[in-house]
Structure formats: C-alpha cells, structure tokens
C-alpha cells in the first residue's frame, strides 16, 4: 500500500466528520421519533381533558379550539411521523458504524440510502420549501462523494474488515 497522502489524510478527516455528523443526525432523527411518540400521547390526554371541559361548559373557547386543532395534528404529526423518524435514525447509524469500521457492504449501502433519502428530501422540498432540506440534502450530497471516493481508495489499498 502506498504512503497515504495529504490530501487523503485530509479527504479522511473530512469524511469521518461528515460521517459523525450524519450519526449525530440520526441520533437527533431517533429522540424525535421517541418525542413524536409521546407527543401523540399527550395530544390524545389533551384530547381526554377537552372533551372533560366541554362537558362542562361547550361553548369554552379554548376547549373548542383544541377540539377541532387536536384532530388534525394526530393526522399529521402521528405514528407514521414517528416511525419514519425513528427508522431513519436507526438505518443511519447502522451504516455510520459500518463505515466507520471499515465494512465493505457499509459503502454501496451508505450510497444507496442517502441517495434515496435525497429523493425524497427533494420530494418534500417541492411542497415544504424548507431550507433545512437543502441542508441536509447538500450535506448528504458531499457525504455520498466521501463514501464514494473513501470506498474507492480503501477497496485499491486496503483490506476490509468482515
């Protein structure tokens, strides 16, 4: 194996921080999935407690308030919010520690995966208009040429662990 150079020295430090980031990302991905979960709990306690004081009094503002709002963020912000984030945090970190211990099948899987996940971030994009997509989606992009160029050198003049 040739003597690493600079630039790959670099190009390394690089992807590693990028890669620590994105477990970082999905850390973050999984405590928000876990928080959605609770949040619906706690919306539907609420929901419990509305209809409590509407019996009480049906024409209290508030409570008819949360009646009609509560509803619609269950839809929105449910299970599946939670179980997209939840999974996406884990998917991640499986592959951050496969690259990060040098496994040949973390590579083209890391690929693959970001790059589906860039499909569907430009997906929400189109109605969102989120900057933090963008982001993401940047940071995405440059991870997926790190893990490229890293798989590349690594598979030439390295042995991968099993």
Do not use: C, N
């Amino acid at each position: 194996m040739p003597q690493e150079t600079q630039r790959e020295k670099i190009i390394h430090r690089v992807f590693v921080w990028g890669v620590l980031l994105k477990a970082f990302d999905g850390v973050l991905e999984i405590l928000g999935g876990i928080a959605l979960l609770f949040t619906g709990a706690l919306t539907e306690l609420a929901m419990t407690l509305v209809r409590d004081e509407l019996i009480e009094d049906p024409h209290d503002f508030l409570a008819t308030y949360f009646q009609h709002a509560l509803p619609s963020f269950l839809a929105h912000s449910g299970w599946f919010a939670a179980a997209y984030l939840f999974s996406h945090g884990v998917i991640k970190i499986v592959l951050v520690i496969g690259l990060l211990r040098d496994r040949l099948w973390a590579y083209p899987s890391a690929i693959i995966v970001f790059t589906l996940f860039i499909i569907y971030q430009i997906y929400r994009y189109a109605f969102t208009h989120s900057l933090f997509l963008i982001f993401f989606t940047a940071l995405d992009l440059v991870v997926i040429w790190l893990t490229w160029h890293e798989y590349r050198y690594f598979k030439k003049y390295r042995v991968f662990a099993q």
